[in-house]
């Protein structure tokens, strides 16, 4: 019913940048809460930010000073600017959102996830 396309994924050095967005399509009448979290291989996916309709944010403190989350309301996009790349940054970064289908029931979507490699 809902589908996220992320996007921005890559290889980059430590101290780099790099910009991640994710958009959601579908059958929805409203989005609520959308987020991005991380993954590395054998540990539990992690929450990285989050930000609310109203665009009340949250952070991991790893990432606090570093990274930026945004969203654009009309299209139903985020965004999270990552900047002062470590290499303990490296993961596959995953999307999700939820909010209400057309129908009126509630959903909860991830994306397919987009790999981020931080090395020399």
């Known amino acids: 019913q809902v589908q996220l396309m992320e996007s921005g994924g890559g290889l980059v050095q430590p101290g780099g940048s790099l910009r991640l967005s994710c958009a959601a399509s579908g059958r929805i009448r409203s989005v609520n809460g959308m987020g991005w979290y991380r993954q590395v291989p054998g540990k539990q996916r992690e929450l990285v930010a989050t930000?609310?309709?109203?665009?009340?944010?949250n952070y991991a403190d790893s990432v606090k000073g570093r990274f930026t989350i945004s969203r654009d309301n009309a299209k139903n996009t985020i965004y999270l600017q990552m900047n002062r790349l470590k290499p303990e940054d490296t993961a596959v970064y995953y999307c999700?959102?939820?909010?209400?289908?057309?129908?009126?029931?509630?959903?909860?979507?991830w994306g397919q996830g987009t790999q981020v490699t931080v090395s020399s």
């Open positions: 999700n959102t939820e909010g209400i289908l057309r129908f009126g029931r509630s959903f909860d979507s």
């Open positions: 930000i609310t309709s109203g665009g009340s944010t």
